[in-house]
């Protein structure tokens, strides 16, 4: 029997979503999957429901690219309600404590420093990390009480943008991966002597994708009902996109067959990357792979067809 035909077109890129407020992270890939008319789609780094802006969204081949995005930095915007904590820590949860407390713009700015630089974070009960195979937030959910470890973070930038009023805070921060806002907001509230919850939450950068790349679903689907599936691909950025960061190997046709059966190829000239580092081949301008570089040679540990 031959193989079972994919559903879709065979089309690879990377989407910048500006996602919309309500809507999950797996229900934005599917919207969009749907539009593109895709064989594959998955994103880069989950967006809560109630949080807005960047989704990095990656199509057929780029799905192979998508460490390289949840690993870059991240930017977002942010408004903190003092007062009152959530089960959630953002406004969607049930309040599980209360304070009179209404820290200062002094107070604020004093603490700021504890949360820079390599610190310590509880995440959210209600996120989705994976305890015992299952979802925090499906078992929070379910009732049972969630209790996650502390793990490292790295935290670049933490600042106070504004105070609309002694309730509320707007905070900037540009941060690393694995990095929960929501818990930011917790402990610096916890930290000022009272409790504080997340009410506005926006990113408006992850890796190489910024607020101008970013594409309005509506937007989207206005382009599709202009052009069809075909038209939306006016939208994408190349697969190599998200490869910013990699050194580029530019390599000939014979080169390119060899990599696709998964043999090395062996790199000549004064420029060829250091033993160790990770890099990206191209032929033609065309991605071909992604590998390490051993002893003067290319291995390759993804391989792109049609990229």
């Not at 408004?79 to 820590?89: A, I, K, S």
């Not at 195979?133 to 009732?143: Q, W």
């Not at 910013?244 to 059966?261: F, H, K, M």
Request: net charge negative; aromatic share 6%.
């Amino acid at each position: 029997m031959g193989q079972r035909q994919k559903k879709g077109r065979p089309v690879s890129g990377w989407l910048s979503l500006d996602k919309p407020l309500g809507m999950t992270s797996t229900q934005a890939v599917s919207v969009v999957k749907r539009l593109f008319g895709a064989q594959k789609a998955g994103h880069a780094g989950t967006l809560d429901p109630l949080a807005t802006g960047c989704l990095p969204i990656a199509l057929g081949e780029a799905t192979k690219t998508v460490p390289f995005i949840m690993d870059g930095r991240k930017i977002y915007g942010f408004t903190v309600r003092w007062g009152e904590e959530t089960r959630t820590d953002d406004a969607e949860g049930q309040p599980v404590a209360t304070s009179d407390v209404r820290p200062t713009r002094e107070a604020i700015e004093a603490i700021l420093g504890e949360f820079t630089g390599e610190i310590m974070q509880v995440p959210p009960a209600f996120s989705a990390i994976k305890v015992e195979g299952e979802r925090a937030y499906d078992l929070a959910r379910d009732g049972e009480d969630v209790v996650l470890e502390a793990r490292p973070i790295q935290v670049h930038r933490l600042d106070l943008v504004d105070m609309p009023d002694e309730h509320t805070a707007v905070f900037s921060a540009e941060c690393g991966k694995g990095t929960y806002v929501r818990a930011i907001a917790r402990d610096m509230a916890r930290a000022l002597g009272t409790r504080g919850h997340v009410v506005g939450l926006r990113r408006l950068l992850v890796g190489p994708f910024d607020e101008a790349s970013m594409v309005k679903l509506d937007d989207l689907r206005a382009t599709h009902e202009e052009g069809g599936s075909e038209g939306c691909d006016t939208h994408l950025d190349p697969v190599a996109f998200a490869l910013g960061e990699l050194a580029e190997v530019r390599l000939s046709e014979t080169d390119a067959v060899r990599l696709r059966n998964g043999q090395s190829v062996l790199l000549r000239g004064r420029d060829a990357p250091a033993n160790g580092e990770t890099v990206f081949a191209t032929v033609a301008g065309t991605l071909i792979a992604i590998g390490e570089v051993e002893r003067g040679e290319f291995h390759p540990s993804r391989v792109f067809v049609g990229a």
